[in-house]
């Protein structure tokens, strides 16, 4: 364990911290361009964000100390996370061994849940739709996410990140599977899941077919700035795995070089991007439904990582 | 037997597009509009003529890029015509009353999909082709059997159960292809005219049903029972 | 090469007639040209049982077989083909549809040509393509009156039979791809290759194959659960095409399942295909009992006798031994003839009385008394009670039956087919003895000798069977069952 690791390991950290808010302020600037609409320009998630870092704290007198808590295990779970995955380099650095993908699952959704917690404990009639709305589209999700693990893991044979990233760069029969093809697409349904854009979502936030939103509608404050900024974070890790592990696992740094690490970096910006473009296209193309048609992405989704665990039996 | 010495390009690019079609019906499982329903068979069709091609290319069958020419001709342009004409002339653009839920049907489907991989395996197993594409051309086969059945169990409009048959002989007609490609010209050349006769027929007699009874959807043929 | 000719007069006369009627169309023309195609046929069918020996013929570049087993059905055939073609003359002129009688007799005649050629194909996927057409073209003989119900007869019959055929193709496919690992990748598909590779293929497979094809060709000969199109389809028809479709269409496709249980047979699989087919005619059997003694359509009720009649047939080659398969092939053939004569006279009663109700129909034995008597002997014939030819072959079957494994079997065949008897006797004395009020006389009281004639010609021979079974038609049928299960005594 060298100290250029441990460096490039808290690299990896930063790396998320840092430009998650870009990722986001890129997206919906992107989405209003689409739209028509001026935008508010790509760094605004930073501006509000500091904004609210100066505000003051209002909490509801409902409150129990599962509100105070929330934002900042949300937080810390996001900050873990990166530490898992190939974000910067395509080899394990220090502390990268703690857990699997399913490890990984496991930290995100521990921070879901206490914002779920959270939505119930201010008893606020918005906080609990949104939680409950948000457990209904998650307790559909999470078998998928399984079996999207259990394909990665059939590929591959292995759990770890780095093992899938390195099999796809290596072997172009592998990455041009049906197997593989059809795990990006099911992930990609659950990347919409995740990220909140799925077409029951609603883009402009706090109405009353919001979801992610009704959760925290009581923050305010630095605590707001946390969870937001957590959500952001949240995105930039799914996102992170989808390209780096999934679909485009070139341009990491092989070396662990000052030089590779920012071209890394400069590279997940440019693949973000991509990807974001066909996320606000599916969004845009795709009309809105009825929340309760919720479950059929999230079927077409179990259904393409069924068909890619079939297309993965053979060799 | 050609699955057995394949290169892994030419396995893969077979499991490939078998995967494809069997997601091309699953496309068409979920569609809740005809159209949309008529335009995945007509992609299934094409993926099973490329298929064909491909089998004919990598096993040395030159018949076979016949097979795909008149695929491409009757499965992928003649069949889908005839049945947009179908359409155009009932004025039906969706199944109105459902009797599952799309998203239920999918899930329905992917449970017919795991089972067919345990059928396909047994019976892989017994001529030691565990790990070829002939798993997978018998679990595609055997799958969309089940979901061409699932879809005349669950759609009413006439038209979707013309297209839930053909969904049953695509599945055939695609794992034929892969399991034996060396099967005799002149059944697969009659299979293919026999289809266009059944599209035929059924043309006609959707055109009855909507005269004499008034209705194509099969939920309003109960006179007759007992 | 006698036998070939006859092949050929055979086959193509349905089809000039189906030629003449689509170029003629005045429906007297058509009338004659398909009664003297129906004749021709059966002329021709007739004397090719006495001609042929113990081995198969095979013509056209091995793609007719004719087999003793072929002839027999194809016997069958012509015969339902030739009494439903007398009948169909006075049948149809009741119904007044001249102008479009043309398009009848051409499909009546390709329904005939497609039902006649199935057994002779001795390539198992142009087997399968000959089921497939007879559906198609009898489908429009189904719809032809254009009413609601028999569009409705119609479409659940394409729909059902379409579906469960291509489960037919799915195990022929299976066949095939398991002869592969035998006979390398291409060969021609034949009963007889594959009966002479069966006991070097994988028994795995070919169980699974064969139970596709059972459940497939037996939606066609509508063995229970896939029998659902049938009572409809048999029901919503013009009265000649449902003795066509019972007596005729169901016996060529039970001849595949035959055909491939020899194939199984051939291979050794045990008993399991037997016990299937045996389950199947149970169930069948079960069924029709369930739903004769309930029903209230009369040609309903010739449906489900049919239903209950292939039952028999799929317990005879269940049981199978020389006693089992002949008696089933002797059955084909009492069904066919009694099938008819049932469905003439329920086409008649119908006419008669303008109702398909079986409570509406009352006091037949004083309106019609010669043909009345003659209709309750049929029924009784069909319920198989002496002394006519289905008894005979119903208790050849159940004597085939008695052995351990299958006897559970023939103490269900015995108690449902009492209970059947019991059903369709008390059905028939409605309508004979049963209370008769003014209003229920029948619109028609004369009816031509066109629809009377075919009755008598088909009690006639059921009449004798029943009463003598020529010695050489035993032999004729166990050398049958030798040929198709061999080692059997």
Sequence with gaps: MSAREILLQIGQVVTVLALAPLIQGIIIQFEERVQRAQGPGIFQPYRDLWKLFHKQIVVPETASWVFWVTPIVAFTCMLTVPILIPVLTDFPLPLSDMGDILGGGLILTLGSFLIILAGLDTSSAYGGIGSSRAVMVAILAEPTLILVFVGITLLAKAMLPFVVNHLLVSNWAAYWSPAHLFLVAAFFILLLVETDRMPIHSSTHIEVYMIEEARILEYSGPLLALLKWASAMKQFIVYTIFCNVLVLPWGLSRDGTAIGALGAAAGLIIKFVLVACVVVFVETAQSRLRFYRYQEPLAASFLLAVLSIIGSQLS | ?226 | ?489
């Design chain 2, 1 to 226: 037997m050609l699955v057995q010495h394949l290169s892994p390009l030419a396995s893969s690019l077979f499991s490939l597009l078998a995967i494809v079609s069997l997601f091309l019906s699953f496309v068409m499982l979920g569609s809740r509009w005809l159209k949309n329903y008529l335009y995945a068979f007509a992609a299934e069709s094409w993926t099973i003529a490329a298929l064909s091609a491909a089998v004919g290319y990598y096993g040395s069958y030159p018949e076979l890029y016949l097979i795909a020419i008149l695929t491409v001709l009757f499965r992928g342009v003649l069949l889908p015509y005839l049945i947009w004409r179908i359409i155009r002339r009932l004025e039906v653009d969706r199944e109105i009353h459902e009797i599952l839920q799309p998203s239920s049907g999918l899930v329905i489907g992917a449970l017919f999909v795991m089972f067919a991989l345990a059928v396909s395996y047994r019976v892989a197993a017994e001529f030691h082709l565990e790990l070829t594409v002939a798993v997978l051309a018998l679990t595609v086969m055997l799958s969309m059997k089940l979901i061409g059945f699932l879809m005349l169990a669950v759609r009413h409009e006439a038209i979707s159960q013309v297209l839930g048959l053909l969904v049953l002989e695509n599945g055939i007609f695609l794992g034929s292809q892969i399991l034996v490609p060396g099967m005799p010209l002149l059944i697969e050349l009659v299979i293919l005219f026999d289809l266009l006769i059944i599209v035929a027929c059924f043309g006609v007699l959707v055109g009855y049903l909507l005269t004499h009874v008034g209705t194509t959807s099969t939920l309003d043929l109960k006179r007759l029972v007992g």
């Design chain 3, 1 to 489: 090469m006698m036998i070939g000719t006859l092949l050929l007069a055979l086959s193509i006369a349905p089809l000039a007639a189906l030629i003449g009627c689509l170029f003629v169309h005045r429906p007297r023309f058509c009338e004659t040209i398909n009664l003297i195609a129906a004749a021709v046929s059966f002329a021709c069918a007739l004397p090719i049982p006495f001609l042929i020996d113990g081995h198969a013929i095979l013509y056209w570049g091995d793609y007719v077989i004719i087999d003793r087993a072929a002839a027999w059905v194809v016997l069958c055939t012509s015969i339902v083909y030739f009494l439903a073609s007398i009948y169909s003359v006075g049948y149809m002129r009741m119904l007044a549809e001249d102008e479009r009688l043309y398009r009848f007799y051409a499909l009546f005649a390709g329904f005939a040509l497609t039902t006649l050629v199935g057994p002779l194909m001795n390539s198992v996927g142009i087997y399968w393509i000959a089921i497939e057409l007879t559906t198609l073209v009898s489908t429009f003989l189904v719809a032809f009156e254009r009413v609601a119900e028999s569009m409705e007869a119609a479409w659940k019959y394409i729909m059902v039979v379409s579906a469960g055929i291509s489960l037919a193709l799915l195990g022929t496919i299976l066949f095939y791809w398991n002869g592969t690992f035998v006979l390398g990748p291409t060969y021609q598909m034949t009963w007889s290759v594959l009966s002479t590779a069966a006991p070097k293929m994988n028994p795995v497979l070919l169980i699974l194959a064969f139970l596709l094809v059972l459940v497939g060709y037996g939606t066609k000969v509508g063995l229970a659960p896939m029998h659902s199109w049938l009572p409809d389809a048999h029901s919503e028809s013009p009265a000649p095409v449902s003795a066509m479709l019972s007596g005729a269409l169901l016996n060529t496709a039970m001849i595949g399942i035959v055909r491939f249980l020899g194939i199984t047979r051939a291979a050794n699989l045990g008993d399991l295909p037997q016990l299937v087919l045996v389950a199947f005619g149970a169930f069948s059997l079960f069924i029709g009992a369930l739903f004769i003694v309930r029903q209230q359509g009369i040609k309903r009720l010739m449906a489900y006798s049919s239903i209950e009649h292939m039952g028999v047939v799929a317990l005879g080659f269940g049981f199978g031994g020389a006693l089992g398969v002949a008696g089933a092939l002797y059955h084909m053939l009492n069904h066919s003839l009694n099938k008819s004569l049932m469905f003439f006279g329920a086409g008649n009663m119908m006419r008669a009385y303008g109702t398909k109700e079986i409570l509406e129909i009352t006091g037949v034995n004083r309106f019609f008394p010669t043909q009345g008597a003659l209709w309750l002997a049929g029924a009784i014939a069909i319920t198989g009670a002496p002394p006519f030819g289905l008894f005979l072959s119903e208790f050849t079957i159940m004597r085939a039956g008695l052995k351990p494994s299958y006897s559970w079997a023939v103490y269900v065949m015995a108690v449902l087919l009492i209970v059947i008897f019991v059903g369709f006797m008390n059905h028939f004395r409605s309508m004979y003895y049963g209370e008769t009020t003014p209003e229920a006389a029948p619109v028609r009281t004369r009816l031509s000798a066109w629809c009377a004639v075919p009755m008598w010609l088909s009690f006639a021979p059921l009449l004798v069977l029943g009463l003598w079974w020529p010695a050489g038609v035993w032999t004729y049928l166990t050398s049958i069952a030798q040929s198709l299960s061999p080692g059997v005594p």
